[in-house]
T-cell receptor
Framework: AQSVAQPEDQVNVAEGNPLTVKCTYS??????LFWYVQYPNRGLQFLLK??????LVKGSYGFEAEFNKSQTSFHLKKPSALVSDSALYFC?????????????FGTGTRLKVLA | GAVVSQHPSRVICKSGTSVKIECRSL??????MFWYRQFPKQSLMLMAT?????????EQGVEKDKFLINHASLTLSTLTVTSAHPEDSSFYIC????????????FGAGTRLSVL
């Protein structure tokens, strides 16, 4: 079955420290991978994506993610965390079945950046 | 970036009534829109894929007669929760992405439904 896993429910990091939010996937074929962020009572906002090309992708608000095919991972990173980065982060993969597509989301990781 | 507008943001209704939620792509055309349900502190659960001009595709376990989806134009999809019950109370989110979006989905702000 095609799936996305975010093994950590919550990640705590001190402001100014680097952060990593983990994501692994299981899909057939070449994956289209995404990270989204959700603030309280808001819809999701796109952060970055990997479709093809360079394994290191850069996105909004200083975030980046590295596609690792051998480890089937797409971890989200930021060199220096801000308190305002505190939010719920979702990893997602686009899957195609019988000519149609949909997105599968991980369970989300709550990031808490401590001042 | 592209904007998806979802309305209403919050609705409270009595048990047994129907509620309609609208999802509009404001500055792009969307042949496909998605409807999700999000429970507290949980992930997004895909309910259905809304296809312009054709029937929606529902995920397994989602009652199509209870959650009616209409995608009458390239910019509007509606989700109607029929005969709502307290267990339907949830946060409903739509997303859309057309050919311009390069696989990115743009999300509405969500609708908080509370059924009394």
């Amino acid at each position: 079955a095609q799936s996305v896993a975010q093994p950590e429910d919550q990640v705590n990091v001190a402001e100014g420290n680097p952060l990593t939010v983990k994501c692994t996937y299981s899909v057939s074929g070449n994956p289209y991978l995404f990270w989204y962020v959700q603030y309280p009572n808001r819809g999701l906002q796109f952060l970055l994506k990997y479709i093809t090309g360079d394994n290191l992708v850069k996105g909004s608000y200083g975030f980046e993610a590295e596609f690792n095919k051998s480890q089937t991972s797409f971890h989200l990173k930021k060199p220096s965390a801000l308190v305002s980065d505190s939010a719920l982060y979702f990893c997602a993969v686009r899957v195609t079945t019988s000519g149609t597509y949909k997105y599968i989301f991980g369970t989300g990781t709550r990031l808490k950046v401590l001042a | 970036g592209a904007v998806v507008s979802q309305h209403p943001s919050r609705v409270i209704c009595k048990s047994g009534t129907s509620v309609k939620i609208e999802c509009r792509s404001l500055d792009f055309q969307a042949t496909t829109m998605f409807w999700y349900r999000q429970f507290p502190k949980q992930s997004l659960m895909l309910m259905a894929t809304s296809n312009e001009g054709s029937k929606a595709t529902y995920e397994q376990g989602v009652e199509k007669d209870k959650f009616l989806i209409n995608h009458a134009s390239l910019t509007l999809s509606t989700l109607t929760v029929t005969s709502a019950h307290p267990e339907d109370s949830s946060f409903y989110i739509c997303s859309a992405g057309g050919s311009i979006s390069h696989h990115i989905q743009y999300f509405g702000a969500g609708t908080r439904l509370s059924v009394l």
